[in-house]
């Protein structure tokens, strides 16, 4: 994992995770399965916060939707109930359905072998349309695809242009996974925040890196066609060990569009700018004769840290996805650069 502090920038001053990635979240997992052809560069990337059976133990969950030109499954519920019972997957646009049919089929079987009865699940599934490098209506992530990608899981996952984020273009670049974390401390207690993104939105021009508009320099070296508006999407999910509730962690969730917003995006009309986020603090059983139970939450006060942790590793992440990625020819045969090669050229 190539991250952007090795090209000379630091992104604000929290400390980070060891890792700098989602899987600093203690149990959280990341697997890719990618799909490389001749028309095709896609994939699926699969986030599994914990080892034991979500559906079970239910997770504290929430979402937010900055733009909605996006084909999410799952959110609805996550929202009305404010928890996660499966992992998270994305993918590109048209293979929503067949990666959330692959996640139901998985979660049933789990189920049935550990003798969980299950009569309904709600997968969540997100996805950028990476139809600029792929031949999208070929759809050809597959439930083994799906299957291989938790198989593979694991805290030491690729970035870049892997899994989902294979054919994905952001701010005008080459885009893909990218990842950062934070530590939040209160006094002896320390908790980490991570998060995880899919990118494919924004223009050149406005790419900031820092406090550096970076993207105007670019785009005066490699214009070769009318800038193009803002589209394209971008998935955003936060992994926490903070002990909140789903309302807090919404709070939290939105923060993220302060760090989405310090790379240059104005979340355009052509882009579907979805946030996630989970955490592995409260568990919540599912159905039976539960009727009360205890949960730990900070306070709100509190969260003031989590808020400045999340825009941080939010930012990072977009950053990280572009840098650890490599350069790449389009459906059409025109180059789409990577930032880590462009930069290098400047040196």
Not at 4 to 18: N, R
Not at 218 to 235: F, N, Q
Not at 259 to 275: E, K
Not at 299 to 308: G, M, Q, R, V, Y
Request: proline share 3%.
């Amino acid at each position: 994992m190539r991250q952007i502090s090795e090209a000379g920038w630091q992104i604000g001053h929290m400390k980070k995770g060891p890792g700098n990635r989602l899987s600093d979240v203690p149990g959280v997992r990341v697997g890719h399965a990618t799909v490389r052809g001749a028309r095709h560069a896609t994939g699926v990337t699969v986030i599994l916060p914990c080892e034991d059976n979500m559906y079970a133990r239910k997770l504290v969950a929430a979402a937010h939707v900055l733009n909605g030109f996006g084909k999410t499954q799952g959110l609805v519920q996550m929202e009305e109930l404010g928890t996660l019972e499966t992992p998270i997957a994305l993918t590109n646009t048209l293979n929503i359905g067949r990666v959330h049919d692959a996640l139901t089929g998985y979660m049933i079987d789990r189920c049935r072998r550990e003798h969980i009865a299950l009569q309904s699940v709600n997968p969540v599934v997100g996805e950028c349309n990476d139809a600029r490098m792929n031949e999208i209506t070929e759809r050809v992530v597959t439930q083994e695809h799906v299957l291989e990608a938790i198989r593979t899981a694991s805290a030491d996952f690729e970035t870049g242009d892997v899994g989902a984020g294979t054919g994905t273009v952001c701010f005008g670049l080459k885009g893909g996974i990218g990842t950062a974390s934070r530590l939040v401390t209160f006094g002896k207690e320390v908790y980490t925040l991570g998060v995880l993104v899919q990118s494919n939105c924004g223009t050149l021009e406005n790419l900031c890196i820092g406090s550096e508009r970076v993207g105007e320099r670019l785009a005066r070296k490699i214009r070769t066609r009318k800038e193009e508006p803002d589209r394209g999407s971008i998935m955003m999910v936060l992994a926490t060990d903070l002990p909140v509730s789903s309302r807090q962690l919404g709070r939290i969730v939105r923060r993220m569009s302060a760090g989405l917003a310090r790379c240059g995006s104005y979340f355009g009309h052509d882009s579907g700018d979805v946030l996630i986020g989970f955490s592995t603090a409260n568990r919540i059983p599912h159905g039976g004769m539960h009727r009360v139970m205890q949960v730990s939450m900070v306070t709100e006060h509190t969260l003031e840290f989590a808020f400045e942790a999340a825009a941080e590793a939010a930012q990072e992440a977009v950053l990280n996805s572009l840098i650890s990625a490599h350069d790449g020819v389009d459906l059409e045969g025109r180059p789409v650069f990577s930032l880590a090669g462009l930069l290098k050229e400047g040196e």
